[in-house]
């Protein structure tokens, strides 16, 4: 685990803390679970529910409606970042266009300080695909502003390089949320956001126990595969609890994620990133504009220092439990309304 620290550029105490922070907050996990179960009408979920489907909403956007809905959602927290995005629509560094042939997913290319980042996606009109422009202009936007770092300071660390992406993504989710009336397409878009963020947030510091438990299993010994299966179900219990069965077979669940062989310890970066833009939301919810300089300068720095010293900059101790728990209040936030719409 040392080894990918340094690579991160991060201390072990600061991602123990954060990891801790998961921990204490499996009970909102829990909530969300139970709830979901009275609403697929079951006694309990079983594994593989927890992503399914609620209701069917359509909610069409044409792509011209969604650089709107995104220029205005940056430029309620700056108009500095909405100019920067909307260059991209302008001046056609966005393909868009689905067509035959076309890669699928949905990139975006930050190439040296001295040429601007272009996006790759497939747009087809959908809610979802709103939120994943959004999504890949926090990149351009943070690919931008680090264009004042030198080459070699010119990529962020792993563990802050989705901070701008999920930042532009949860100021449109949350316009798009209040465009919406009918509460089940509102418990329907939170649900989505929830589900996307359990599985970043949590599921990934499940995986990163795992690698933990196994290794410190092989210190003192060769393991079989119904060791490591046994390791791998004691890391999952504690997310579930009692609110999801771990089925049949799903001791075989580690056997299919490639991270643990071909880059030991990289899970927890995606637990951090995510949980890291939650609490700067939060933080911003909590400060309005006041907080918008801030995050430019954090945007700006680029790979420059490393994260600590990025957010210590900005007055952010990321080694502090109570950091942490701020974004774990926005997660709150997201489960409490849901459980109302729920009702």
Known sequence: ?????LSNEIDAASVHAMM??????YTLAHRYFKMKARLLNLPKLELFDQYAPLFEVKETYSYTQSQEVILQALNRFSPEFARIAGRFFTENWIDADPRSGKRGGAFCAGIAPSVHPFVLCSYNDDMRDVMTVAHELG???HFYLSGKQTLLNFYMSLPVAETASVFSEMLVFDDLLARLTDPRKRLALICGKLEDSFATVF?????TRFEEGAYAARAKGRLNAEQIGSIWLAANAPYYGDSVNLTQGYEWGWSYIPHFINTPFYCYAYSFGELLVLALYGKYRREGAAFAPQYRALLESGGGMSPKDQMAAIGIDI???AFWQVGFDELERLVTEAERLAG
Do not use: C, F, K, W
Not at 1 to 5: C, K, L, T
Not at 20 to 25: L, Q, Y
């Open 1 to 5: 685990m040392a080894q990918r620290h």
């Open 20 to 25: 801790a922070a998961v921990e204490r907050n």
């Open 139 to 141: 990149h351009g936007i």
């Open 203 to 207: 599921r990934q510091t499940v995986l």
């Open 319 to 321: 080694s502090a439990p």
